[in-house]
């Protein structure tokens, strides 16, 4: 098998296991989480009221939903983190699912919301009537490791398999030269030059 062959077979092995790797330390991290789950609402990440106002820790890797006692309007007012970034509170009537997690008892669900950059984050809360109604905010967390883990051994998995194949076709084109070996052979006043594998032969006298 030609050098290069062997090479490229070799490239195409590794990064198979390599990506085979990602693949499944990935896939195992994305499936510990609750994150694909249609009805997944999260953990409870903070419980108050409109009276009170959330000061903590927001994560860019995560999105937060918010609940609210059932029956009443609230406003919500994000404050400029720690760290800056923007933050953007999405209602859940832009994308039709108030009812796809309004699974709380005593609670509707308005919304979520999501930082650009992790630090510490003020948020008010307002009742369009000045009251003092309950508030639950959520944290679902994305698995970004997971998922990036998962999609660059998808991108290794390609890879492989195509210097693989690529390997293959070398394996069926190149060839290795023969190796010829020479010998030279004195006998009397004549020089004899024998090489392999063409056995040829060349004589040449001494006088000249």
């Known amino acids: 098998m030609h050098i290069m062959t062997k090479v490229t077979l070799g490239i195409g092995a590794t990064l198979l296991l390599i990506s085979v790797a990602a693949l499944t330390i990935g896939g195992a991290s994305v499936s510990n989480t609750s994150w694909f789950d249609d009805d997944s609402i999260g953990?409870?990440?903070?419980?108050?009221?409109?009276?009170?106002?959330?000061?903590?820790?927001?994560?860019?890797?995560?999105?937060?939903?918010?609940?609210?006692?059932?029956?009443?309007?609230?406003?919500?007012?994000i404050y400029e983190g720690s760290n800056g970034g923007w933050s953007e509170f999405t209602t859940c009537e832009d994308w039709d699912e108030c009812e796809d997690y309004d699974i709380i008892p005593g609670y509707d669900y308005i919304g979520d919301f999501e930082v650009e950059n992790s630090g510490d984050f003020e948020i008010e809360f307002t009742e369009k009537e000045g009251r003092s109604v309950g508030i639950l905010i959520h944290e679902e967390e994305v698995p970004i490791e997971g998922i990036l883990g998962f999609g660059a051994g998808c991108c290794g998995l390609f890879c492989a398999l195509?210097?693989?194949?690529?390997?293959?076709?070398?394996?069926?084109?190149?060839?290795?030269?023969?190796?010829?070996q020479t010998s030279i052979q004195f006998d009397n006043d004549l020089v004899v030059v024998n090489e392999n594998p063409e056995n040829s032969e060349y004589d040449q006298d001494d006088s000249t």
Request: aromatic share 14%.
């Open 43 to 77: 953990e409870e990440y903070w419980t108050g009221d409109t009276s009170t106002t959330f000061s903590g820790k927001l994560n860019w890797e995560s999105y937060y939903l918010v609940f609210v006692e059932e029956g009443y309007e609230v406003e919500i007012e």
């Open 162 to 180: 195509l210097v693989i194949l690529i390997g293959g076709v070398m394996a069926l084109t190149l060839k290795d030269q023969p190796k010829v």
